[in-house]
């Protein structure tokens, strides 16, 4: 029916973006705000899909989100803190916010830093960062960081990153426990895996302290 467009990615396979007609069907019959990707700019497609495919399993938990997309748009609380921008956003009881960074590639140490920089600024404080509100009005304020990696080997320099942190006492145990970690594995045509969830602190940097 035309609604459904598709696109031949570099890496072999396909991605499938809205068409006008299927976003103008979306909106009229379901009231999703969906625009057309007909013009869309790929970009680092796995990248996006490997957030997107963590964002449905929140999504179906009954979290609130908001995509790299939407975010790039300007349809989120926040676009930039710290001169950072999120790769995606989710909303728990409360409005407390979960900051999603999604690890594809190497990242320089210099960007590693900015993220970890970003979390020992806002995570464990006394007081909260306030980032927004909710469609409803609601107060957000910026609680925790995900740190969801398409591979252990992306996730393991990050983790790095956050542990050299820890033993110059800029980072606190506290900080670390409020970063969550998963792998998600997406293959070349953006099927997801199956996702390994833990925690940067107890899961991760504790374990090999103790070991």
Avoid at 131 to 146: E, F, K, P
Avoid at 167 to 193: H, K, N, W
């Amino acid at each position: 029916d035309k609604l459904v467009l598709v696109r031949a990615l570099p890496q072999g396979g396909d991605v499938y973006l809205l068409s006008i007609k299927g976003a103008r069907i979306l909106n009229e019959t379901t009231g999703v705000k969906a625009s057309s990707g007909q013009s869309l700019a790929l970009g680092n497609v796995q990248h996006r899909a490997c957030g997107n495919w963590f964002l449905i399993a929140q999504a179906q938990a009954g979290q609130a989100i908001w995509t790299e997309h939407e975010i790039a748009s300007g349809r989120a609380p926040i676009q930039t803190l710290n001169g950072k921008t999120p790769d995606a956003l989710v909303v728990h009881d409360g409005g407390l916010l979960t900051w999603v960074e999604v690890e594809n590639t190497w990242k320089n140490r210099l960007r590693r830093q900015a993220v970890v920089d970003l979390a020992t600024r806002h995570l464990a404080r006394e007081k909260m960062t306030p980032v927004g509100n909710d469609a409803s009005g609601i107060d957000l304020y910026l609680a925790r960081l995900a740190v969801v990696a398409t591979s252990p080997d992306s996730l393991r320099s990050m983790a790095a990153t956050f542990q050299e942190s820890h033993r110059l006492q800029m980072a606190s145990e506290a900080c670390l426990a409020s970063v969550d970690v998963a792998v998600l594995p997406v293959s070349p045509s953006l099927v997801a895996g199956e996702i390994t969830t833990g925690n940067l602190w107890w899961d991760v940097v504790q374990p090999h302290s103790l070991g």
